[in-house]
Structure formats: C-alpha cells, structure tokens
C-alpha cells in the first residue's frame, strides 16, 4: 500500500500537468475535489462513519479544505501550466521546510541544530531548482512563486494540525474538507476562467485518476498505512515521491533533467530529512491525520 502511494503521486504530477492543458487549471481543481469528495462520502458512509463534523473540529476542516486543498490544488495548477511537473513536485513537496520554522513561531516547539540546518539546506536547494527563473523572470518566477504559496498553505495546515485536538477521525472528516475546497474553488473558477467547460478525452481520462485514485484513495491509502508505520518511517517514503514524478516526468514528457536541478533535488530533500527529524522527538505530525495529498 506505501509502495502504491508514492507510485500513484508521483504519477499524478505529470497526469495533472496534461490535464490542466485540456481543462482550466482552477476548474480541473473544482472537478477534482468534487469527484473525491463524492468517492469518500461513499467509502465514509460504508464504512458506517458518516456524520457532520463535531464542532471542535470545523476550523481545521476549514483550514484543511481552503488551504492545504483549495490554495494547494489552484497554484500548483496554474504553475504546471508553465513549469514541468518535475520540477514543479519537487518545490510543492518542499513543505517540512517550510513547516518546522512556522511551527516553532506558532507552537513553540524548539528548533534542534540539525533542524536549522535542515532548514537553510532545504531552502538552498529551493533557490537552486528555482535559479533558471533569476534570468527569465516573467511567468517563469510568478510559478515558483505560486509554488512556494502552495507548499506554505500545506505548512500552515501541518502546524494546525499539531495543535489541534481532534473530535473525530481523519478519515470520517476528509469528505467534508474536500467539499469545502471544491466549494470554495467553484465561484473562483467561474469569475476567472468562465463558466462553461470544454471536456476533451484526454481531460476528462486524467480527472478519472486524479480524483478518484490519486486523491481519494491515496488519502484512504495514506491513512491506513499510517496506522501501521511509525509517522517518520511514512514521511521518510513519501519523501521518494518527487524524485519518482521526475523520472517518470523525464520519461513521458522529456522533461529536462540538468545539474542545478538535481543539485537542488538532493539539496531540498536532505532539508526535508533533517527538518522532520524532530518526530522522533515526539513533537511531530501524526501522518494520519495530516497527509492528505
């Protein structure tokens, strides 16, 4: 199942890349939301676990569903419009970066030595993978910088989730946060890319992985096999993901591999290692109630 997991989000960077050439980006996140949101009432509800969220829970599935959702699916979106999606995975996955400063500022929790160094490595390698955009600008930089947006919205889900006591379960909440960001991306698709949709073939075949495989099950998938391993030993394996959406990036699409960017691969994900390191201290993130894709 951790095997399938990685494989199936590292598939999905360059399956979204093609559907957001056939459906407007901040529809194809609508859709997408809508979809899995419709897949796991279905699975919730077998499972005899449907209900409305308690009240203690309804700001983190507003948190989670804007955020972590909504801002993530819409700027990642519109950035793999202009970016490669391997490049693309690698800065949107840049999250424990992001995630360990904002949690010491928001938390408390202490910053280890290892941990800042986790820190200033991963964000070198940020501006490594990033440097070609120095020189061209334009676009270019507005996508990295709509990837840095989504990685921080995913930041600041992680630390709510570190502070917030939950009433019920990840998994019996997880359609109720992604009705609330397909809700929340609808009116925004309609005022800025219109309100008829043009499906075509190829759109309509990567929304039918996207949504219902690479969202909806992987969100199942990433729950239970939380269950069963320790939440750094999951982290650490989902760490493999962006290497393996470029391979498979490189392969399908031709997408350039060059120095600076496997410099900065190595760079951020040696960031990631050291930055999530302080689960083991115990002042973590339960990957069960956090990692939704």
Do not use: N
């Amino acid at each position: 199942m951790l095997l399938s997991l990685v494989l199936i989000w590292a598939a999905s960077w360059p399956v979204i890349k093609i559907g957001v050439g056939q459906i407007p980006p901040i529809w194809y996140g609508c859709l997408r939301y809508a979809i899995a949101a419709l897949v796991m009432f279905g699975l919730v509800a077998a499972r005899g676990e449907l209900a409305l969220p308690p009240r203690s829970d309804l700001s983190l599935v507003a948190i989670s569903g804007a955020l972590q959702m909504a801002a993530y699916s819409a700027l990642t979106g519109l950035a793999l419009t202009i970016l490669p999606p391997g490049r693309a995975s690698v800065l949107a996955f840049s999250t424990p970066v992001l995630a360990a400063p904002l949690a010491a500022w928001r938390l408390g929790e202490k910053v280890s030595p290892k941990t800042a160094a986790g820190v200033m490595i991963g964000c070198a390698g940020i501006v490594l993978i990033a440097s070609p955009s120095f020189a061209v600008g334009g676009r270019q930089a507005l996508a990295y910088a709509m990837l840095m947006g989504a990685a921080a919205a995913w930041a600041i889900t992680i630390v709510t989730v570190r502070g917030h006591r939950f009433g019920s379960s990840a998994l019996s909440l997880a359609p109720w946060q992604m009705l609330i960001a397909a809700a929340l991306l609808l009116p925004v698709a309609i005022s800025v890319e219109g309100s008829s949709v043009r499906f075509t073939l190829v759109g309509a075949a990567t929304l039918a992985y996207v949504a219902p495989v690479a969202t909806a099950f992987a969100y199942w998938a990433v729950v239970e096999a939380g269950r069963r391993f320790a939440a750094s030993t999951l982290s650490m394996a989902l760490l493999a993901t962006p290497s393996i959406g470029l391979l498979i990036s490189a392969w399908v699409l031709q997408e350039p591999v060059d120095a600076p960017l496997l410099a900065g691969m190595a760079l951020t994900a040696t960031g990631i290692r050291l930055s999530i390191a302080i689960k083991r201290q115990g002042a973590g993130l339960d990957s069960r109630k956090s990692v939704q894709g």
